[in-house]
């Protein structure tokens, strides 16, 4: 069974810069989509970044030139690397991992639990 465990939350000053770290185990020969989301206290749940199993990156535009996704070569950690962050960047950040649908794959995607960041002004 596929699982993911996020770590790197912890509080920093505006300006400050972190990396998360999402260790996932379980994964087979299916194909993956891998995301970050972020949910503030009292918010919705919102895309940060994914890595599609084709190798495209996408961002959402206030972060894209302030974080960076990357996975290490056994491709069974995902990073996210975050400049300059600011108050508003405060939250509770999830890794997703997207299991893609194809003859012997389900379509089936796995949360982290999450990490905290908390950026102060």
């Known amino acids: 069974q596929m699982q993911a465990a996020e770590s790197g939350g912890r509080s920093v000053q505006s300006g400050g810069s972190l990396r998360l770290s999402c260790v996932v185990s379980?994964?087979?020969?299916?194909?993956?989509?891998l995301a970050w989301y972020r949910q503030g206290l009292g918010k919705e749940r919102e895309f940060i970044s994914s890595?599609?199993?084709?190798?495209?990156?996408f961002y959402r535009p206030n972060v894209k030139d302030r974080f960076t996704m990357s996975q290490d070569n056994t491709k069974n950690t995902l990073f996210l690397d975050m400049n300059n962050l600011q108050p508003g960047d405060t939250g509770m950040y999830f890794c997703?991992?997207?299991?893609?649908?194809?003859?012997?794959?389900?379509?089936?995607?796995?949360w982290g639990q999450g990490t905290l960041v908390q950026v102060s002004s």
């Open positions: 997703k991992i997207g299991q893609k649908p194809s003859f012997f794959c389900e379509t089936k995607d796995t």
């Open positions: 379980g994964r087979t020969s299916c194909k993956y989509d």
């Open positions: 890595l599609n199993s084709d190798g495209t990156l």
